[in-house]
């Protein structure tokens, strides 16, 4: 079947405005261009990262222009070649990361080859949309203050982690992932949470609206060599005064410009304990890695909620309150 000249897509064309800035639109589907794959989308997840780039997180340099289609985390069939891509074919399907290009909420996007992998099928197209940037940064985060993944860490890595806001996107991979790595578990979460957390493979569930969730320390008294804080707004002093006495590393999903200025004067200074702000850089062998856990069963993923793309308001107010289970979806082809 040919491929459409236009389609529906949901843009905002100026800074801020939340959900109501978003429009339904007609536009020109677009061309793919060297070493790019054109996909019909099947379904998007939506990332923190999304909302925050409309309020202006990263002005003047994102988005590119206006108007601008936005999410990157991709799920879809291949319909068309960019020149120079021969490792996928029209009909394959396929996940993808399109950041920070976007284009996502729409019925067809363009996305890097080099960051597109195929989608077995024993995962659905909604849970792969959603594993490209959160399981990318779990991963990432890990790797960042000191987890190896390769079997080679022995004595030397770390042992007890903490994972912060553990029932969101982000941290209910990063305590799966902290567990397949053989470290012992603690993490944070909201009451009506603890449960799913545990289920997760969390050795220990906090109450963050408690005293000692709060104080982010352990029921067992253990200190952190390994810290994976995906919650905003937890200052540096209550970090580091739960890590271990010889050492450890808080790697940060959330940074602001004062954790950058903190982790330089660290390094300058060799300190012991540290905060390591992480930028996600999606790189395609992850995003492969994480799709064999996830087809084998070792990496589940939990979805939130689902929403049409009629209603891509709704799913982008409902990232934007910071209460998700897991992920929120749009479904290109989901029930109206």
Same mark, same amino acid.
């Given at each position: 079947m040919a491929t459409p000249r236009t389609m529906r897509a949901v843009q905002y064309d100026k800074y801020g405005g939340g959900a109501e800035g978003l429009k339904h639109v007609e536009v020109p589907v677009p061309s793919p261009k060297k070493g790019e794959v054109l996909l019909k989308m099947e379904a998007a997840s939506i990332n923190p990262i999304d909302w925050k780039i409309q309020k202006g997180m990263l002005r003047p340099f994102l988005p590119g222009k206006f108007p601008f289609t936005p999410v990157g985390d991709l799920a879809g069939e291949v319909v068309e070649l960019g020149s120079g891509v021969t490792n996928f074919k029209p009909g394959d399907k396929v996940i993808s990361i399109s950041f920070p290009s976007g284009g996502g909420l729409a019925e067809y996007a363009?996305?890097?080859?080099?960051? /597109?992998?195929?989608?077995?099928?024993?995962?659905? +197209?909604?849970? =792969?949309?959603?594993?490209?940037? @959160?399981?990318?940064? $779990?991963?990432?985060?890990?790797?960042?203050?000191?987890?190896?993944?390769?079997?080679?860490?022995?004595? /030397?890595?770390?042992?007890?982690?903490?994972?912060? +806001?553990?029932? =969101?996107?982000?941290?209910?991979? @990063?305590?799966?992932? $902290?567990?397949l790595a053989g470290l012992h578990v603690t993490a944070t979460c909201g009451a009506r949470n603890v449960d799913f957390v545990r289920g997760l493979g969390a050795d220990e569930v906090l109450d963050y609206r408690t005293p000692e969730g709060a104080a982010l320390r352990s029921p067992s008294g253990r200190r952190y060599d390994a810290v994976a804080n995906c919650a905003a707004g937890v200052p540096w002093p209550a970090l580091k005064a739960v890590l271990a006495d010889e050492g450890g590393t808080v790697a940060d999903v959330t940074p602001g410009v004062g954790a950058a200025l903190t982790s330089i004067l660290q390094k300058a200074t060799f300190a012991k304990k540290r905060l390591a702000p992480l930028m996600l850089a999606p790189r395609r062998e992850e995003m492969e890695w994480l799709v064999g856990l996830?087809?084998?069963?070792?990496?589940?993923?939990?979805?939130?909620?689902?929403?049409?793309?009629?209603?891509?308001?709704?799913?982008?107010?409902?990232?934007m309150e910071g209460h998700a289970t897991g992920k929120i979806v749009v479904e290109m082809g989901g029930a109206e």
């Open positions: 363009v996305a890097p080859a080099s960051l /597109t992998v195929a989608r077995p099928t024993e995962l659905s +197209a909604v849970e =792969g949309a959603c594993l490209p940037a @959160a399981g990318g940064s $779990a991963l990432q985060l890990l790797k960042l203050a000191g987890v190896s993944f390769d079997g080679t860490s022995g004595a /030397t890595g770390p042992k007890n982690a903490l994972v912060t +806001a553990a029932s =969101g996107g982000v941290g209910h991979y @990063a305590v799966q992932l $902290a567990k996830a087809r084998q069963g070792k990496l589940r993923t939990t979805v939130d909620s689902r929403f049409p793309l009629s209603r891509a308001q709704e799913a982008w107010a409902k990232s």
